[in-house]
């Protein structure tokens, strides 16, 4: 299902590609919640049809569809944006940075906090760039445009394996239209003067 929703979001309407991300977001919640994780009772659908809910029947704990923030983010040097290859990644595409908001970050805190601990810089001027949902199994992916600021461009060398800062005429291969990655990277092609070619 999550390769069907790749090609939905890279093709699809935004109606098209909100229905496909609330379906697999849905059997995912529906999947993990079969067990109250309290007490273990087997969950039973809320009384309330209208509630999108599981209830324990045991100890009364309800279970609502939860949604991961994840932040992303281009940052710019001048006229030049990093781009990373990560272990995860799959194929030879370069991306952005992101990551998971951590429990007690805003969006902000947390855009600082992996554009430190991926590529040891760091940013300032941080400023909204759009949204996307992405459900790996249910996250939502929260686009923010960053500018550097201080630091030595250095991967993590874990989950970062080369790091590097890229113009219009010498871009690597970047994801497939369709993610919020893609869409961040045309528009800052946009804002430099038109669009490139590149690889991908």
């Known amino acids: 299902m999550a390769d069907e ?3 939905t979001a890279a093709t699809g309407s935004p109606e098209e590609i909100r ?10 919640w529906r999947r993990t ?16 049809a209208a509630e999108r ?30 781009l990373q290859r990560n272990t995860h990644y799959k194929g030879a595409a370069w991306t952005l940075v992101a990551g998971f908001v951590d429990p007690g970050e805003n969006l902000e805190e947390a855009v ?9 810089i760091e940013v300032a001027d941080i400023r909204y760039a759009g949204s996307q949902t992405w459900p790996y199994p249910s996250n939502i992916m929260i686009g923010f445009r960053a500018e550097y600021a201080e630091g030595e461009l250095k991967p993590d060398g874990a989950e970062v394996v080369e790091s590097g800062w890229f113009g219009r005429g010498n871009l690597p291969q970047i994801p497939q239209p369709g993610s919020i990655a893609r869409k961040m990277i045309d528009a800052w092609l946009a804002d430099c003067g038109g669009s490139a070619r590149f690889p991908g």
């Open 53 to 82: 809910a599981f209830v324990c029947p045991s100890c009364g704990y309800a279970a609502y569809p939860r949604i991961a923030p994840a932040v992303i983010a281009l940052v710019t040097k001048g006229d030049k944006a990093l």
């Open 112 to 120: 600082r906090r992996e554009i430190r601990e991926e590529a040891s």
């Open 33 to 48: 919640n079969r067990f109250c994780g309290c007490c273990g009772a087997e969950m039973k659908p809320h009384a309330d």
């Open 19 to 28: 229905k496909a991300s609330s379906e697999l977001e849905l059997a995912e």
């Open 5 to 7: 929703f790749r090609k």
